[in-house]
C-alpha cells in the first residue's frame, strides 16, 4: 500500500527521480490501479523496485507472495526470478488478479507464476502442515493486516533457513504510534513488530519509506 507521509513532497520526487528505474510495463500497471477501487492498495514504485533488487541479490528460486491485488510486486519479484523460478501467489479478489494475470503474460513470466484464488491464510496454514511442500526463500506478506500477528509465525515455518521474510505496511500510516488508535488493525501491527523485534530466531531491518516495510531473516 502506498503512502508519502514520511517525506515532504520535494524530498519524495527526489528520491523517485534519482532512485527509480522505470519502465513503461510498470508505469502502465499503476496507472491501470489507480483507476480502480481501492487503487491505494498498490505498493509503491520504489518498494517494488526493492523487492526486484533483493530477489536478484539474494539468488532467489522460489517465493510466496500473501496478497497479490493487482500484481505489481510479483511483477518486479517474478522478473528477477531465474527461468525455473517459481513464485506461489495466493489471493481471493479475481476481480483484481486478472489484471495482474494480463500484465504477467505481457511481461513473459506468467511460467514462474501459480495463482490461487483462497483465503490466504487458511491456504498457508495448510502449507505449514504439508510436509512436502520445498521451503521458500522469500515471502512477501501484504495481506490482511489484522491477521499479521498469526501469519508471522506460519511464515517463519514456511522459511528456508537464512531466508527472508517482508511485511509492508508495518507503519500503517504512523498509526502504530498514536496511542488514541486501538482498531483491532492497528493492535495487530503493533503486537508483529514487537514480535519481530523480540525474536531470537531472526534479525530484521524496518525501512521507514512508503508505508513501511520491515525485513526478517530467518537465522
Known amino acids: 500500500m502506498t503512502s508519502v507521509w514520511m517525506l515532504n513532497p520535494s524530498v519524495w520526487e527526489y528520491v523517485r527521480s534519482t532512485g527509480l528505474r522505470d519502465d513503461a510495463l510498470l508505469a502502465r500497471l499503476r496507472e491501470e ?5 481501492f487503487g491505494h492498495m498498490q505498493v509503491a514504485p520504489e518498494q517494488g523496485q526493492l523487492l526486484g533488487f533483493l ?94 500477528p498469526g501469519y508471522y509465525e506460519r511464515c517463519l515455518s514456511l522459511l528456508a533457513p537464512r531466508g527472508l521474510l517482508i511485511l509492508d505496511n508495518v507503519l500503517w500510516y504512523g498509526n502504530v504510534t498514536e496511542i488514541s488508535h486501538q482498531e483491532d488493525t492497528t493492535r495487530a501491527i503493533r503486537k508483529v513488530n514487537e514480535m519481530v523485534h523480540d525474536d531470537p530466531r531472526v534479525e530484521h531491518c524496518l525501512l521507514p519509506f512508503a508505508d513501511g516495510m520491515t525485513l526478517v531473516r530467518k537465522l
Open 55 to 148: 530477489v536478484g541479490l539474494l539468488g532467489v528460486r522460489r517465493i510466496l507472495e500473501i496478497g497479490v491485488f493487482t500484481g505489481y510486486s510479483s511483477l518486479c519479484m517474478a522478473r528477477n526470478l531465474p527461468e525455473d523460478g517459481y513464485m506461489l501467489a495466493l489471493d481471493n479478489q479475481p476481480k483484481f488478479t486478472a489484471i495482474a494475470e494480463r500484465y504477467w503474460k505481457e511481461a513473459g513470466v506468467s511460467g514462474r507464476i501459480e495463482l490461487r484464488h483462497c483465503d490466504a491464510f487458511e491456504e498457508v496454514s495448510r502449507l505449514c502442515e504439508d510436509e512436502t511442500v520445498e521451503p521458500f526463500d522469500l515471502i512477501f506478506l501484504d495481506a490482511d493486516k489484522g491477521r499479521y
Open 33 to 37: 490501479t489507480r483507476g480502480i477501487r
